[in-house]
């Protein structure tokens, strides 16, 4: 499948990406490739939202119950593993554990439905780097810092962006740069450096990973009360080419606007990761064909008899100290009910308070619908100007571009898989995720393909492989990470909430400290010996 070169360049990519119906007309007269839909499965949310389910036909006991199987309740498994406390179960609502970090595969190449990857750690993160130890990830010390595996490190070239026609390396523009552009690159770069840097009043870094080790100083928590575009406008930062880099920025980790997006959300992206690593590698991601699904894979199979997918939890009560968990067995149609010393509702807030309404209001919880497409090519895209990287961007498009699958492999020329993102974050949640489900499916592949084909005209596309996330991620919205957020109450034990909605920020570091720290309160609730690493 290939387009006319001039029929792409005259179109151009924005609006190829985003419109979906007219503008994508210079390439219908080419077959759609094949592909199947993955992803989360939205009739299994629906159901759970229609209720009705039938009585428990059978009663089981356990010491703790984890309710779902994404990173924070994977985590909460593994910390639970770890300490030799092995009598608990995991309930995921899917097939497959590692909600939005799940991979796939096909003949070609593992690839990330996705979360693709991991910066390297900071030094706070403490529980998440003893368990890239665990798995080989880290493979010692030298003089104090850890030291990384060289080929689970994301290799040269890592990022280029389509500017003016050529790919460069780095995603911000290096030529055709006007003196406001030059000038308000380097002031926000030198203010992101002191962001870096900063202590607050209380001797806590102004932005940590995890953010419960952030400073509590009021002057810094401020910033949690604009958005980033007005903090922006407040500095007189108004270069096209600074704006064009924010906003990516802000869709890449956040799926959201800059003018939606905290400017303490802005300044974490830049400010909050000090990865802690030997042999000057601080700078660098860990990534896989399966992209974060090799994580995930790796959490599970510490305790894989411990997992039971495709099972609806759909109520948790309070019961006699204990906690009681009902769970509709999609296969069997039959309701279970356990009974458990203590339950981790590792679940988003929005069904947290489905399950067992303690959560209070959650009303300030708002999530970024995004889709996913990953896409099977004959050989890898060529393009004048720099290789190809393993995260490419176009400078034209409305989507976020593609990750290369097989970039760590530095396999020969031949079949490859793009990882294609896109958030719908230029209009409301609600109606992104009406417009995701409602769109059909050879529509939305002809948005990924056309958007492809505007950057490499040449590209011989065989499959389509799409993932739909309708509620992929938390939204750090203006005062929702350290005011809204603090208005949620606490469930007391038994039961212990465990999700990156309670971070605000959907990071994997976020969701595995929320994780860990859920199962090492029920382990001290019931009495059970461990090492407190959050």
């Known amino acids: 499948m290939k387009a006319d070169r001039r029929t792409a360049i005259a179109l151009g990519a924005g609006a ?29 949310g629906h159901r759970l939202r229609q209720g009705d389910f039938p009585a428990p036909a059978r009663t089981e006991r356990a010491g703790i119950v984890i309710i779902g199987g994404g990173i924070a309740g994977l985590a909460a498994g593994w910390t639970l593993a770890e300490a030799g406390f092995t009598d608990f179960r995991l309930l995921e609502i899917e097939d497959a554990p590692g909600g939005n970090a799940r991979s796939g595969a096909n003949a070609v190449s593992d690839y990330p439905l996705g979360a693709h990857y991991l910066p390297i750690p900071n030094r706070e993160a403490v529980a998440l780097r003893r368990m ?118 802000m869709r890449d980790d956040y799926g959201t606007e800059p003018d939606a997006a905290s ?52 109520r948790v009560m309070r019961e006699d100290g204990g906690a009681v968990i009902d769970s509709f067995d999609i296969a069997k149609g039959t309701t279970t009910r356990i009974h458990a010393d203590a339950a981790i509702l590792a679940t988003p807030l929005f069904i947290t308070s489905r399950l067992c309404g303690e959560p ?16 099977t090519v004959a050989r890898p895209p060529r393009g004048p100007g720099v290789p190809l990287a393993w995260d490419n961007v176009s400078s034209t498009s409305d989507s976020l571009g593609y990750v290369v699958a097989t ?30 489900l409602e769109r059909s499916a050879d529509e939305w592949k002809r948005i990924v393909r056309d958007d492809l084909l505007t950057m490499h005209p040449d ?41 990156s909605d309670l971070s605000g920020l959907s990071l994997f570091e976020e969701a595995h ?22």
Not at 472 to 482: D, H, K, L, V
Request: net charge positive; charged share 20%; glycine share 10%.
């Open 407 to 436: 970039h760590q492999s530095r396999a020969l020329p031949g079949e490859t898989v793009l990882s294609w993102y896109m958030p719908l974050s230029d209009m409301t949640p609600a109606v992104g995720r009406c417009l995701l």
């Open 132 to 249: 890239l130890a665990r798995l080989g990830v880290i493979t010692g010390e030298a003089d104090g810092l850890p030291v990384y595996d060289p080929a689970q490190l994301c290799a040269d070239l890592q990022e280029r962006l389509l500017w003016r026609g050529r790919w460069q390396e780095g995603l911000v523009p290096t030529t055709g740069l006007t003196p406001q552009d030059r000038t308000d690159l380097a002031r926000f770069d030198t203010l992101m450096a002191d962001a870096r840097r900063a202590i607050g009043r209380d001797g806590r870094p102004a932005f940590a990973t995890p953010i419960a080790y952030s400073s509590r100083d009021p002057d810094w928590l401020a910033l949690d009360q604009q958005s980033f575009a007005a903090w922006l406008d407040a500095r007189g930062l108004t270069s096209p080419l600074l704006r064009a880099h924010v906003r990516y920025a």
């Open 16 to 44: 190829v990406a985003t419109a979906g119906g007219g503008a994508a007309i210079a390439f219908r007269s080419t077959p759609l490739p094949p592909g199947p839909v993955e992803g989360a499965t939205p009739s299994r």
């Open 263 to 314: 400017a303490w959300a802005g300044v974490h992206y830049f400010a909050g990761r000090r990865g802690h690593a030997a042999a000057g590698v601080a700078d660098n991601v860990l990534t896989w064909p399966g992209g974060n699904g090799h994580l995930a894979q790796a959490m599970a199979t510490r305790f894989p008899d411990r997992i039971a997918t495709g099972r609806i939890v759909h």
């Open 360 to 375: 209070g209001d959650v009303s300030a919880c708002t999530y970024a619908p995004w889709l996913v497409a990953n896409v």
């Open 459 to 499: 590209l011989e596309i065989r499959e389509i492989a799409l993932s739909r996330w309708g509620h992929a991620m938390i939204r750090p919205t203006p005062g929702y990470i350290w005011q809204r957020r603090q208005g949620f109450t606490p469930p007391p034990p038994p039961l212990y909430l465990a999700h």
């Open 513 to 534: 400290w929320q994780g860990c720290r859920a199962a090492e309160g029920a382990m001290a609730l019931i009495g059970h010996a461990h090492e407190a690493l959050t």
